[in-house]
């Protein structure tokens, strides 16, 4: 009989590991959304008679280690001890915990179930029963939902050894290959029912290569693509590191991943381990073994330095402490701060020195959006699709230690082909608009039998990330649409109460007028946005240029608001036109006590000079600053897109003509070496230097062209006063009309050509005064 401490030591363990697993409140309006996924799981626990009690308390304390990793409430745990059947009237597994839901009601069902567990005598039967541990696994497993992850963990120390189990036939010498033929039997079950097998075996007596087939024979996980999460057999020279090695393995069966913890023994002082939470987490769990719980005060801290909460929500995440004051607690956070985070362990006073180990196990929950373009494709017809990754929060994933180990990918579905995938990517190659933006793209060609209807699915894989699948769906068109639209968006920066502003372009080549609606989908409750118009009209025959906003909250918060605008028919519900869209809320320049107060006669004479002084050299740096200029890019007499200069450009600022959606010119900011530059020159118009070195001037109020086709004239926001400063004295009037001999003026050169290129922009549109 094996009795002691580690013995009565396990029930708490257990029950503390179970308890741990039911995770923090979700925010109702995202918890369905992108909660982490439920699994089923059934812990089989071996209890042979050659354990010691070390290697039991180990086993038990893993297993509790591995219940607390689990990262969603709607998940459900079974605990199985197994030994063999000897004799008549023994059971080769005891269920001491039925399948249980983790909520409330089920932790405490759990916390009493757990203490039944024990270590199995001579009477009991003191084998190791691999076959019958598997099949009451199975057994209790077989309730499991379709679409749930059913997983089997196996802890043992040793091999199959049955040879004193009548069970498996009456000649002792043939038991264990009796037993070998049934084991393979459950396992090939499992793999019909679709079950996972995870072996975790440690000690000098294990059978590696019976365990590898337990894993290789049983169901392969459904992020099996991914070496971290394919069954595999783990093996440890001892018990000390069991909880270590599961905790890896049940990340890897989960889908999840664990990052390195430390382990300590600290003095009087205490002492600090660090865990560290990457940005693309959304779910996690910062673990901590304790040897002896009673002596040990645990303080959690932030990457940021701050002490974060036991219970409730703080900072933007969501926590929850479970078992305190056991041998295992876990503090669980949603939505964790990304980063480094600090686990202060005080020792007691009087209490013995011991060893405290922490680690962290965390799964990122993403939201793919998919676009395609054009959104009502022909069969045959080669369409271009876009993938943004976004978590729970609406963060747009950009960033490559963000993004690193991520793949995207889009899949095809429909009538009349086998499925179609396509990988994705995000490397600025065409038809990849800028590389490392978040947003994944690439050409897929709808096959020439497709009918029907389509479906675009975006597929992303990753360790440790697991996300919804939205598809994106739409019929075949038998023929080029008559309606078709363009988004143009050129704000990407404003202030909390702002206004972000672009265009629809609408072209109706139908005999009867349409009328759509624009809708913004994505963003946060925070930035109180709205966008207008919502509704608009194109007639038959008609091109129409609609100003488009997006104004945000006075109380909008700070930071990257990503979303998509769609741009849909009322009359067929189809989507003419959809684009992703990123526009950052940056905080009010503040320009307050920029002067210090006047503190006596004297000292305001020398204020109001400096005053004068100051004022005279802003304005001088008013009339080179580009901040206030907006560019307007033409082809022909059709203005195809605006840009405004960002705040504070100061005397130049960069820009880029690239082709968006549909082939159309766009304008976009751009500071690498290839960009076009600006500045103003002295008589209020524009210098534009080209990627080639050339130099073009935009006189005010004109057009100048800059390249095949395409020419640019800009609106100013500020008073042309201002903006058309007189040449200083002293100076030549090149550029400028000089009177001839006989009384008529003469115009320049620079003229000449700017009246020459706009001759035929006679016919002048409403907002021809823009430029």
């Not at 077989?142 to 069970?167: C, H, Q, Y």
Request: positive net charge; hydrophobic residues 40%.
């Amino acid at each position: 009989m094996r009795t002691g401490a580690s013995i009565r030591l396990f029930p708490a363990l257990l029950a503390l590991l179970i308890l741990a697993a039911f995770p923090v409140p979700a925010h109702p309006r995202d918890a369905e959304s992108l909660a982490p996924a439920p699994i089923d799981f059934v812990v089989l626990v071996d209890e042979s008679g050659s354990l010691s009690t070390a290697d039991v308390a180990a086993e038990r304390a893993a297993a509790s280690v591995l219940a607390l990793g689990e990262v969603s409430d709607r998940s459900r745990v079974a605990v199985v001890g197994f030994g063999s059947v000897t004799r008549q009237g023994q059971a080769p597994v005891d269920t001491v915990c039925p399948m249980t839901r983790l909520d409330a009601a089920g932790r405490e069902q759990l916390s009493s179930c757990v203490s039944k567990l024990h270590a199995r005598t001579d009477a009991e039967g003191n084998g190791t029963d691999f076959p019958a541990a598997l099949t009451q696994g199975l057994s209790l497993l077989s309730g499991t939902g379709e679409n749930t992850p059913k997983i089997m963990f196996l802890l043992t120390d040793g091999r199959l050894d049955v040879s004193d189990s009548p069970a498996y036939g009456a000649d002792p010498a043939s038991r264990n290959a009796n037993g070998t033929k049934a084991l393979a039997q459950k396992v090939a079950q499992a793999r019909s029912d679709k079950v996972q097998i995870w072996p975790l075996g440690f000690g000098s007596g294990i059978d590696r290569q019976q365990l590898d087939a337990l894993a290789a024979g049983g169901y392969q996980s459904r992020c099996a693509e991914l070496p971290s999460a394919r069954p595999t057999a783990h093996v440890t020279a001892g018990s000390s590191d069991v909880s270590n090695v599961l905790l890896t393995a049940f990340a890897g069966a989960r889908c999840a991943r664990t990052t390195p913890g430390q382990t300590v023994e600290p003095v009087d002082s205490g002492a600090d381990l660090h865990v560290t939470i990457p940005p693309v987490a959304t779910d996690g769990s910062i673990e901590v073994v304790k040897q002896n719980p009673g002596a040990v005060a645990v303080t959690y801290y932030d990457p940021r330095g701050r002490k974060v909460p036991l219970q409730g929500s703080a900072y933007g995440s969501a926590f929850e402490l479970v078992g305190q004051s056991g041998p295992v607690e876990a503090l669980r956070i949603r939505n964790p701060y990304p980063g480094t985070w600090r686990v202060h362990v005080q020792v007691l006073d009087g209490a013995s020195a011991q060893r405290i180990t922490a680690t962290a196990i965390w799964q990122g929950v993403l939201r793919s959006y998919i676009l395609v373009d054009p959104p009502v494709p022909t069969a045959g017809q080669q369409v271009t699709a876009h993938v943004t990754l976004q978590t729970r929060q609406g963060v747009v994933l950009t960033e490559p230690e963000q993004l690193a180990g991520i793949k995207v990918s889009v899949r095809l579905t429909g009538k009349g082909f086998p499925p179609l995938t396509v990988a994705l990517a995000d490397d600025g190659r065409a038809p990849d608009a800028r590389a490392h933006d978040g947003e994944f793209s690439a050409h897929i060609t709808v096959p020439n039998t497709a009918t029907g209807t389509l479906s675009f699915t975006g597929v992303m894989v990753g360790e440790g990330i697991a996300g919804d699948q939205r598809p994106y769906s739409t019929e075949l068109a038998t023929s080029a649409p008559l309606l078709t639209g363009a988004i143009l968006f050129e704000d990407r920066q404003v202030h909390p109460g702002g206004i972000a502003r672009g265009s629809v372009e609408l072209r109706n080549q139908d005999s009867s007028a349409h009328h759509l609606r624009l809708a913004w989908t994505g963003g946060s409750a925070q930035s109180s946005l709205t966008v207008g118009p919502q509704q608009m009209t194109v007639a038959a025959g008609q091109t129409v240029h609609v100003p488009m906003r997006l104004v945000f909250g006075k109380s909008a918060a700070l930071g990257a608001v990503p979303g998509s605008l769609t741009l849909r028919d009322e009359a067929s519900e189809q989507v003419v036109q959809q684009a992703f869209v990123t526009v950052r809320v940056v905080p009010v320049p503040d320009f307050m006590d920029r002067y210090g107060k006047a503190v006596g006669a004297a000292a305001a004479l020398v204020l109001a000079l400096l005053v004068l002084l100051g004022l005279r050299w802003q304005d001088r740096r008013r009339a080179r600053d580009t901040s206030d200029i907006q560019l307007i890019l033409y082809r022909d007499d059709t203005e195809l897109s605006r840009l405004r200069a960002p705040a504070h450009a100061g005397r130049e600022f960069g820009f880029a003509v690239r082709a968006g959606a549909g082939g159309v010119q766009r304008l976009l900011l751009d500071d690498s070496g290839s960009r076009h530059r600006v500045r103003r020159t002295a008589d209020g118009g524009l210098s534009v230097r080209l990627p080639g070195g050339e130099r073009v001037t935009v006189p005010r109020g004109r057009r100048a062209p800059i390249a095949d086709g395409l020419s640019l004239g800009f609106a100013d926001q500020r008073p042309a006063a201002r903006a058309a400063a007189p040449a200083r004295a002293g100076r030549g009037t090149r550029g400028q009309d000089r009177p001839t001999a006989s009384g008529r003026v003469r115009r320049s050169r620079g003229h000449r050509e700017a009246a020459s290129h706009n001759a035929a922009l006679s016919a002048r549109r409403p907002y021809d005064d823009d430029f």
